[in-house]
Protein backbone atom coordinates (compact mmCIF):
# COMPACT_ATOMS: atom_id res chain seq x y z
CA UNK A 1 0.00 0.00 0.00
CA UNK A 2 1.41 3.18 -1.08
CA UNK A 3 1.39 5.78 1.28
CA UNK A 4 3.36 9.66 2.16
CA UNK A 5 3.11 10.31 6.01
CA UNK A 6 4.16 13.91 7.20
CA UNK A 7 5.04 14.82 10.70
CA UNK A 8 7.33 17.21 12.71
CA UNK A 9 4.81 19.98 12.44
CA UNK A 10 3.35 21.67 15.77
CA UNK A 11 3.26 25.64 17.02
CA UNK A 12 6.23 27.39 17.34
CA UNK A 13 6.59 31.28 17.87
CA UNK A 14 7.78 33.63 14.77
CA UNK A 15 11.13 33.19 14.24
CA UNK A 16 11.55 29.56 15.04
CA UNK A 17 11.96 26.61 12.90
CA UNK A 18 10.90 23.55 12.73
CA UNK A 19 11.46 20.73 10.63
CA UNK A 20 8.90 18.34 8.61
CA UNK A 21 9.38 14.53 7.69
CA UNK A 22 7.34 13.16 4.97
CA UNK A 23 8.03 8.88 4.98
CA UNK A 24 7.55 7.15 2.15
CA UNK A 25 5.99 3.60 2.18
CA UNK A 26 4.81 1.08 -0.52
CA UNK A 27 7.22 2.75 -3.34
CA UNK A 28 10.64 3.64 -3.26
CA UNK A 29 10.52 7.42 -3.35
CA UNK A 30 13.88 8.09 -4.71
CA UNK A 31 12.39 7.33 -8.23
CA UNK A 32 9.54 10.17 -7.42
CA UNK A 33 10.21 13.95 -7.18
CA UNK A 34 8.42 15.29 -4.16
CA UNK A 35 6.80 18.33 -3.52
CA UNK A 36 5.72 20.24 -0.36
CA UNK A 37 2.71 22.16 -0.36
CA UNK A 38 0.44 24.06 2.13
CA UNK A 39 -3.00 25.11 2.66
CA UNK A 40 -4.16 27.78 4.77
CA UNK A 41 -7.49 28.28 6.28
CA UNK A 42 -9.70 30.46 3.71
CA UNK A 43 -6.78 30.20 1.14
CA UNK A 44 -6.13 27.60 -2.12
CA UNK A 45 -3.07 25.20 -1.86
CA UNK A 46 0.15 26.24 -2.69
CA UNK A 47 3.49 24.64 -4.03
CA UNK A 48 6.54 25.47 -1.45
CA UNK A 49 9.15 23.34 -2.34
CA UNK A 50 10.58 20.20 -4.69
CA UNK A 51 12.94 17.84 -5.04
CA UNK A 52 14.09 16.38 -8.12
CA UNK A 53 14.51 12.76 -8.63
CA UNK A 54 17.06 12.84 -11.11
CA UNK A 55 19.90 14.90 -10.42
CA UNK A 56 18.24 16.18 -6.53
CA UNK A 57 17.97 20.15 -7.82
CA UNK A 58 15.67 21.75 -5.47
CA UNK A 59 12.93 24.48 -5.61
CA UNK A 60 11.54 26.82 -3.66
CA UNK A 61 8.58 29.27 -3.86
CA UNK A 62 9.51 32.65 -3.23
CA UNK A 63 7.55 33.36 -0.71
CA UNK A 64 10.08 30.98 1.18
CA UNK A 65 13.53 30.45 -0.54
CA UNK A 66 16.55 31.43 1.73
CA UNK A 67 13.93 30.09 5.22
CA UNK A 68 13.27 26.58 3.88
CA UNK A 69 15.39 23.86 2.70
CA UNK A 70 14.62 20.31 1.22
CA UNK A 71 16.28 17.50 1.52
CA UNK A 72 15.75 13.39 1.46
CA UNK A 73 17.25 10.60 2.43
CA UNK A 74 16.95 7.80 0.27
CA UNK A 75 18.19 5.15 2.38
CA UNK A 76 15.73 6.36 5.08
CA UNK A 77 12.87 6.75 1.73
CA UNK A 78 12.13 10.19 3.61
CA UNK A 79 12.46 13.44 2.52
CA UNK A 80 12.44 16.66 4.75
CA UNK A 81 11.44 19.84 5.18
CA UNK A 82 13.62 22.50 7.34
CA UNK A 83 11.50 25.86 8.39
CA UNK A 84 13.58 28.66 9.47
CA UNK A 85 12.58 32.27 10.28
CA UNK A 86 8.90 30.88 10.53
CA UNK A 87 7.04 33.92 10.15
CA UNK A 88 3.12 33.70 11.12
CA UNK A 89 2.20 33.62 7.41
CA UNK A 90 3.60 30.10 7.06
CA UNK A 91 0.93 29.05 8.83
CA UNK A 92 -1.00 26.26 7.50
CA UNK A 93 -1.57 22.76 6.76
CA UNK A 94 1.60 20.96 5.04
CA UNK A 95 1.38 18.33 2.68
CA UNK A 96 3.76 16.05 0.89
CA UNK A 97 3.12 14.96 -2.70
CA UNK A 98 5.02 12.67 -5.20
CA UNK A 99 5.03 12.96 -8.93
CA UNK A 100 7.74 12.49 -11.87
CA UNK A 101 8.80 15.98 -12.41
CA UNK A 102 9.13 18.65 -9.77
CA UNK A 103 6.73 21.69 -10.54
CA UNK A 104 5.03 24.05 -8.29
CA UNK A 105 3.08 26.19 -10.88
CA UNK A 106 -0.22 26.87 -9.82
CA UNK A 107 -2.93 24.42 -10.68
CA UNK A 108 -0.47 21.53 -11.36
CA UNK A 109 -1.24 19.40 -8.26
CA UNK A 110 -2.88 17.12 -10.38
CA UNK A 111 0.83 16.07 -11.77
CA UNK A 112 1.38 14.78 -7.95
CA UNK A 113 0.39 10.89 -8.15
CA UNK A 114 0.66 10.54 -4.79
CA UNK A 115 -0.38 12.67 -1.11
CA UNK A 116 -0.13 12.35 2.25
CA UNK A 117 -2.52 13.90 4.90
CA UNK A 118 -1.11 16.60 6.17
CA UNK A 119 0.65 17.99 9.33
CA UNK A 120 -0.38 21.19 10.99
CA UNK A 121 2.05 24.29 11.32
CA UNK A 122 1.17 27.32 13.65
CA UNK A 123 3.60 30.03 13.75
CA UNK A 124 2.54 32.92 16.34
CA UNK A 125 3.47 34.57 19.43
Known amino acids: QVQLVESGGGWVQPGGSLRLSCAAS????????IGWFRQAPGKEREGVSC????????HYAESVKGRFTISRDNAENTVYLQMNSLKPEDTAVYYC??????????????????WGRGTQVTVSS
Open 97 to 114: AATIECTLDPGTELVYEY
Open 26 to 33: GFTSVYYS
Open 51 to 58: ISRSDGST
